[in-house]
């Protein structure tokens, strides 16, 4: 008997014994499956799908100002670099 017919020969017992397996305890391997089948799928619940976005909550602040406007500085314009940004 050649390697490649015993390789064969063990591949149809192990198939052979699982389905034996599979068909003594249906109830149970339906259960195990189908656990195995929400854990891999759970985290694809976390997707945002329309109607699970996000949900936006304010609180509201007592006694805000908004910070004063300097009119010698035009709108937008940085006050202050970081310090990674090199000079040239």
């Known amino acids: 008997m050649t390697l490649t017919e015993r390789l064969r020969e063990k591949i149809s017992r192990?198939?052979?014994n699982h389905g034996l397996l599979c068909a003594s305890y249906?109830?149970?391997?339906i259960l195990f499956t189908g656990f195995c089948i929400l854990a891999c799928c759970y985290p694809l619940l976390k997707l945002?799908?329309?109607?699970t976005g996000p949900v936006e909550f304010t609180t509201p602040v007592k006694d805000y100002s908004p910070p004063p406007v300097d009119s010698d500085r035009k709108q937008g314009e940085p006050t202050e670099q970081p310090e990674w940004?090199?000079?040239r």
């Open 85 to 87: 940004v090199g000079t």
């Open 48 to 51: 945002p799908l329309p109607g």
């Open 26 to 29: 249906p109830i149970p391997i």
């Open 14 to 16: 192990a198939f052979y």
